[in-house]
């Protein structure tokens, strides 16, 4: 595997920066970057929680960054919903969503406009759809997401583990030379090396599809 050389500390400020300003969804003004061993910490304030969603995502594409750290605030404006209103909004969004998010298995709590969302759904995608359709209602600060993933009966581990490793291939085939899995009841670990962020989050992302399935702990590490 081709080794990435890191790129200095200022460097990537310089990067992420410039990617916030190249961000039309995201005011970089309200914004200030700091940078540690690939560690990009966001701090300042923005106008909406899904602007501050837009900023993260911004800075874990330039490469070079590891992680990203948030200390960025929301500040409304005037004629902010009550936690109340937010959440009787929320629910309703979860009512209009049945499709994907299955009826009455989510269950809504705000406190201080920060919604935070409970239950179980059997897919990690059904949790991610419950997390974006509570994100973008108006006057929210942030969200939690703690619904949890039931696991699929019948399902053994040796065939979850092949599955996983079977798309890690057809996806790239670097991944199933780099990648390793293991799977404990229903818990995945991911181990290895690979050259971007993204590649490291493409492999994330290829567990979760698997069935029975509940959680991902992803130690796959850049190389260089």
Same mark, same amino acid.
């Given at each position: 595997m081709t080794e990435i050389q890191h790129r200095p500390d200022h460097h990537l400020k310089t990067? +992420?920066?410039d990617e916030l300003a190249w961000?039309? /969804?995201v005011n970089a003004e !309200? $914004?200030? +970057?700091? @940078? /540690?061993?690939?560690?990009?910490?966001l701090s300042g304030h923005v106008g909406t929680y899904p602007e501050k969603e837009e900023?993260?995502?911004?800075?874990? =594409?330039?490469?070079? @960054?590891?992680?990203?750290a948030d200390k960025i605030l929301v500040r409304h404006g005037h004629d902010v919903p009550v936690d109340a209103d937010l959440a009787r909004e929320a629910m309703a969004?979860?009512? =209009?969503?049945? $499709?994907?998010?299955?009826k009455d298995s989510v269950q809504v709590d705000v406190r201080d406009r920060v919604v935070t969302l =409970? !239950? /179980?759904v059997d897919w990690h995608y059904q949790r991610e759809a419950a997390r974006r359709a509570v994100a973008v209602l108006p006057? $929210? /600060?942030?969200? =939690?997401?703690l619904i949890t993933l039931r696991p699929s009966p019948g399902v053994s581990a040796s065939e979850t583990k092949a599955q996983i490793v079977a798309a890690l291939a057809r996806h790239a085939p670097g991944f199933a030379q780099h990648v390793e899995v293991g799977i404990d009841d229903g818990q @995945?670990?991911?181990?290895g090396q690979v050259l971007t962020p993204a590649e490291r989050r493409s492999a994330e992302q290829t567990a979760w599809f698997a069935p029975g399935v509940t959680s991902v702990d992803n130690q796959v590490k850049l190389s260089g």
């Open positions: 990067a +992420v920066t961000t039309p /969804s !309200g $914004i200030g +970057v700091t @940078v /540690s061993d690939g560690v990009a910490t900023a993260l995502r911004a800075a874990t =594409r330039v490469q070079g @960054v590891t992680t990203t969004v979860f009512d =209009r969503h049945t $499709i994907v998010v299955p =409970r !239950g /179980s006057g $929210i /600060s942030g969200v =939690r997401n @995945v670990t991911l181990t």
